[in-house]
């Protein structure tokens, strides 16, 4: 079965701090990809990023980062000095095999304070 | 090119009625989804079509819940009855055959059965 952990359910920092939303993956297939979206207040899902389970490269970009680590199942996301408008629930997912299911994480409520 | 567009933004109705919510997939996008997010279940996927088949309904709730997508370009999703617990915002999602595990969400329908 597939599935996507975040245990984070709340993070708070202070504007220009930098923050880390974990998150941790079960699959047994050997082909799959992982997601981050962003779900700023307004409410839409805004997609950041994809990653394929043959692709262990970190990736930048402007102030995100991913870290994808098939080792411990895990695709973490950094903000580097966080802004208020970073301010969002942002989910993790994963999609594997023959499927094009995306399995959602149950959310990282970020919340930047000025 | 737009997006994926959802109508109506917002609905609020009676128990008992009938629902129908509507989605435009992106242009020239063959995969397309429709989601359930409430507090409880968090961001689930209901049912999804590959040229304008449906493929996966097993997270269709019940029968009281039917999708369907007579062309490419437009797909309904209907609840009939409608029951408090339907409350939720429902997103439709689409994705193009060169990058299908890329979807782009809607802006939601937020549904309220009273």
């Known amino acids: 079965a597939q599935k996507v952990t975040q245990a984070q359910t709340e993070i708070s920092v202070v504007e220009k701090e930098d923050v880390t939303l974990d998150c941790v993956y079960e699959t047994r297939d050997t082909t799959y990809y992982l997601f981050w979206y962003k779900q700023p207040p307004s409410g839409e899902l805004v997609f950041l990023i994809r990653r394929n389970s043959f692709d262990e490269q970190n990736e930048i970009s402007g102030r995100y980062s991913w870290n994808f680590q098939k080792s411990t199942s895990s695709f973490n996301f950094t903000i580097t000095a966080s802004q208020v408008v970073d301010s969002a629930v942002y989910f993790c997912?994963?999609?594997?095999?023959?499927?094009?299911?995306?399995?959602f994480g149950t959310g990282t409520l970020l919340a930047v304070q000025p | 090119d737009a997006g994926v567009i959802q109508s109506p933004r917002h609905e609020v109705t009676e128990m008992g009625q009938e629902v129908t919510l509507r989605c435009k997939p992106i242009?020239?996008?063959?995969?397309l989804f429709w989601y359930r997010q409430t507090m409880m279940r968090g961001l689930e996927l209901l049912i999804y079509?590959?040229?304008?088949?449906?493929?996966?309904d097993s997270g269709m709730p019940e029968d009281r819940f039917s999708a369907k997508m007579p062309n490419a370009s437009f797909s309904t999703l209907k609840i009939q009855p409608s029951e408090p617990r339907d409350s939720a915002v429902y997103f439709c999602?689409?994705?193009?055959?060169?990058?299908?595990?890329?979807?782009?969400f809607g802006p939601g329908t937020r549904l309220t059965v009273l």
């Open positions: 242009s020239g996008h063959d995969y």
């Open positions: 997912a994963l999609s594997g095999g023959a499927t094009n299911k995306l399995i």
């Open positions: 999602a689409s994705s193009g055959r060169d990058r299908p595990f890329e979807q782009f």
């Open positions: 079509f590959n040229n304008n088949v449906p493929i996966d």
